[in-house]
């Protein structure tokens, strides 16, 4: 049982903290305040999956704040092109998510060779590719935000109906969850994670694994983008600053390891919760700005380290 | 000056999850004696020495040091009250110079000042060098050191802290003879300035070389403690492993087969030359040779963990031209290596994952794995190969040395390979599961497999080999007969004293 707890200890850390905070709070248990929380929490849900997929590999992505202010920017522009093109409304935005998406892949896949083919640490490449892809987005957008977009691409952001993000994550986390589980490509992640040396020469594809990883992580980064923007309604290359620690975060506040080989989506979507819930309840109490990035950093810390020693405890792990 | 034992530790308790590591378990040192602890793998040795170095604290019992009752909080008390450790893996800093490494942490500085007296350090580390009549420059790197030296720092390092007691654990499994006559003098210099010495070691040869006492464990147990003269070397295996072990090496003649594998010209710029050799279905060949003539340079190139500059290799016949380890699996080809903990295993996946990774084919539709077909091939091997672990999903580091090599042997005997090469299957391992591995071996053989055994260990390459290649400096200098091979054969074709013609 201990050794249960142990184990999901985000989901529970998650289930107490949102039961003391409703029974605290009749604000926070409201149904909008929950609506508004869940929704906000997608994109850095979305980031932190593909995030933990590189995490996994004993690997890290910086790029994944910026390459979804890119994946933004452009598929706002190329919406709007293609509507003044003529190109029916629905399709117009079909067409730019894919674009947003696919630019994302594309940053992603990069990442992934130069690590891999070009032996450059993680950290170097993806840093390189974080101020990289920032940049691309201020020129491609001319430093400016994108407005105006189309009303049909208003529903991936919940929009229309409030609840479509959240489904849509929901569903990733668990495609996410079913792969890392339930595939070989899975265990392959897991494998050079904990050993890549021996993963190596069990046989696994280790280059070739870890290049979709980060693929992966890339290609969730530009939807994620996609997302944020259509719940915004704009598109903005400033856009997700910062989002790729939150995400490194919500992974390591899940009970990830940043050596590898240790983590799960959901636990990292309970970690990304988690942060969003504490901000929540500050921002209903009147807690100032700055206090609430004080809190939020003491409280990442000190989860970790709880987490860590309910682990050694349970015997999970060892030093 | 105490008249009593050095060190005596009485009715220890450690539990774990899942495994009562020690139970019971007694020790007891006397000044100027080397105790010698023998017990297999998983007995409990290690633990027993992780609480008497302040690693780990006991569940239950008491130490008593110098006649006092002490609990030991942390390794650095430990060290302070004069227990030192030598660890397999030595704790030196490479790049560090010799005596920076011996007073890590501690440097002498200049008076009042917090500046390193480099003269000081060098002259005391020369004179903790000298007590144990060993000559090393004490401003050269670590790094720059042979593994015999680097032994000699860590032991004058572990003098330098006043030790009364010194653990040796596993010291003599990378020196050569050479250097191992020369470590057990050291042994003796220690033991005639009346400090206790406890000496842990898997070749049973040396507890008669230089042991005085024998400690036995089993299962976490005290099982007895002996003068070392009271004991033949079958007395100390019975007891052991609790049951007479008939044979020690249980080899098994099976008729010749088809050549499964031909390895012709293989080169490797500065590791080995032009070496050519066949394995049979049926047949053990084992590959022999000094520490650094280039035998797990060979198995890596067949297994293209490193390509080759130049040679061909054929299995049944047939030329492959593998690019990674997964193109030799495939063709059927497997490697276990000599380091399971950072290449066999991924020590945080369970024994199920383990097993299962180097063939996830078998276990697969699609992309998809089957759970319940993973879960039951990876317990049929537990049963088969007599793993003791709580379960198929405990994770891999925390089975004892031999059970991990058996983890490891399970998953090559999953993946069906048809030529098997182990490279030090047996280093670090207990004679009980030894024997078991070589059991496999057997089993594997009857099935039709080929396997190539490197190993520094002569009496095991006599033992179980059909027919043995001897490497020095990169090239094979000779083949021999099972029939024709002993020590001193192969030893001259080691060292290159003889080239005889392959």
Redesign the interface.
């Known amino acids: 049982m201990t050794?249960f707890i142990a184990k999901h200890s985000p989901l529970f850390i998650l289930a107490a903290l949102c039961l003391a905070l409703a029974a605290y709070s009749e604000v926070f248990r409201s149904t909008a305040n929950l609506q508004s929380v869940a929704t906000r929490t997608s994109e850095i849900a979305v980031l932190a999956t593909g995030v933990l997929l590189v995490i996994l590999t004993g690997g890290i992505d910086l790029s994944v704040g910026s390459v979804a202010a890119l994946g933004g920017v452009l598929c706002c522009m190329a919406i709007k092109a293609l509507v003044a093109a003529g190109v029916p409304d629905v399709l117009a935005v079909f067409l730019g998510g894919l674009a947003g998406a696919g630019v994302g892949l594309g940053c992603g896949t990069l990442n992934g060779v130069l690590i891999t083919t070009g032996r450059i640490p993680p950290f170097i490449v993806t840093l390189g590719m974080m101020m990289a892809a920032r940049g691309m987005a201020l020129i491609v957008s001319g430093g400016n935000n994108i407005f105006g977009m189309p009303d049909a691409f208003l529903w991936l952001g919940g929009g229309k109906v409030w609840w479509v993000p959240i489904v849509v994550t929901v569903v990733i986390v668990a495609v996410a969850s079913v792969t890392l589980s339930?595939?070989?490509?899975g265990?392959a992640l897991?494998?050079i994670g904990?050993?890549l040396?021996?993963?190596?020469?069990?046989?696994?594809?280790v280059n070739g694994s870890r290049v979709a990883a980060y693929a992966l992580s890339g290609l969730l980064a530009g939807f994620a983008g996609v997302m944020l923007a259509s719940r915004t309604s704009l598109a903005a290359p400033a856009a997700a600053e910062m989002y790729e620690l939150e995400a490194i975060a919500a992974c390591v506040i899940g009970g990830a390891s940043l050596m590898g080989?240790?983590g799960g989506p959901v636990a990292a979507l309970a970690g990304a919760l988690i942060m969003t819930v504490l901000r929540n309840f500050c921002n209903l109490q009147n807690i100032p700005v700055y206090w609430q990035q004080v809190l939020v950093g003491v409280l990442v810390v000190a989860l970790v380290y709880y987490d860590n020693y309910r682990k050694r405890k349970?015997?999970l792990i060892?030093d | 000056m105490i008249t009593g034992p050095l060190l005596e530790m009485r009715g220890i308790g450690k539990r774990f999850p899942g495994v009562q590591a020690l139970n019971n378990a007694q020790l007891k040192l006397h000044a100027g004696e080397v105790l010698c602890l023998a017990g297999e793998n998983g007995a409990g040795k290690s633990t027993l020495m992780k609480i008497l170095a302040g690693a780990q604290q006991p569940d239950e019992g008491e130490i008593i040091y110098l006649g006092e009752p002490v609990r030991f909080r942390s390794p650095h008390h430990a060290q302070q009250l004069g227990i030192s450790m030598i660890y397999q893996e030595f704790n030196l800093v490479p790049q560090l110079s010799v005596a920076e490494n011996i007073y890590l942490g501690r440097a002498p500085r200049r008076s009042g000042l917090p500046i390193i007296d480099w003269r000081a350090m060098n002259t005391a580390a020369e004179e903790a060098l000298a007590r144990i009549g060993v000559k090393i420059d004490v401003r050269r790197p670590v790094v720059s050191l042979s593994i015999a030296e680097q032994q000699m720092v860590e032991i004058a390092k572990a003098l330098s802290f006043d030790a009364r007691i010194i653990v040796m654990d596993e010291p003599s499994a990378t020196l050569t003879d050479h250097e191992l006559e020369h470590l057990f003098e050291l042994i003796r210099t220690l033991r005639r300035q009346q400090l206790g010495v406890i000496y842990i070691s898997h070749r049973l040869e040396e507890i008669f070389t230089i042991g005085t006492s024998v400690c036995i464990m089993r299962d976490g147990e005290h099982e007895g403690t002996y003068a070392v003269h009271e004991l033949e070397r079958e007395d100390i295996i019975r007891k052991m492993v609790g049951r007479d072990l008939k044979d020690e090496f249980p080899k098994e003649l099976f008729p010749q087969g088809r050549e499964r594998l031909r390895v012709q010209g293989l080169s490797r710029a500065h590791a080995f030359e032009d070496v050519s050799f066949a394995l049979h279905e049926g047949e053990i060949v084992g590959l022999t040779g000094l520490v650094g003539a280039g035998r797990t340079e060979v198995a890596r190139a067949i297994f293209a963990a490193d390509l080759p500059d130049a040679g061909e290799i054929r299995l049944d016949g047939e030329t492959i031209r593998a690019r990674t380890p997964k193109d030799a699996i495939a063709a059927g080809i497997g490697l276990l290596t000599e380091d399971r903990k950072q290449q066999g295993l991924v020590l945080g996946m369970s024994v199920r994952e383990n097993t299962t990774l180097a063939n996830l084919n078998a276990v697969c539709s699609g992309p998809f794995l089957r759970g319940k077909d993973e879960r039951a091939a990876a317990s049929k091997y537990v049963d088969e190969l007599r793993i003791k672990t709580p379960g198929i999903e405990q994770a891999a580091q925390f089975l004892s040395g031999g059970n991990q090599q058996k983890v490891v042997l399970a998953k090559w005997l999953f993946t069906e390979s048809k030529v098997l090469i182990f490279d030090e299957p047996t280093r670090g391992i207990d004679v009980g599961a030894k024997a078991e591995i070589y059991k496999l071996m057997n089993e594997l053989l009857r099935r039709g497999a080929a396997i190539l055994m490197i190993s520094s260990e002569l009496p095991e390459i006599l033992g179980m080999c059909d027919r043995i290649l001897v490497m020095h400096e990169g090239r094979i200098t000779g083949e021999l007969s099972r029939a024709e091979a002993t020590q001193e054969a192969i030893m001259r074709l080691a060292t290159g004293s003889e080239a005889a013609a392959v």
Not at chain 1, 182 to 185: I, V
Not at chain 1, 197 to 205: H, K, V
């Open positions: 050794r339930q595939t070989r490509f265990r897991y494998a904990g050993s040396q021996a993963a190596r020469l069990s046989g696994i594809s080989g240790e349970a015997g060892t």
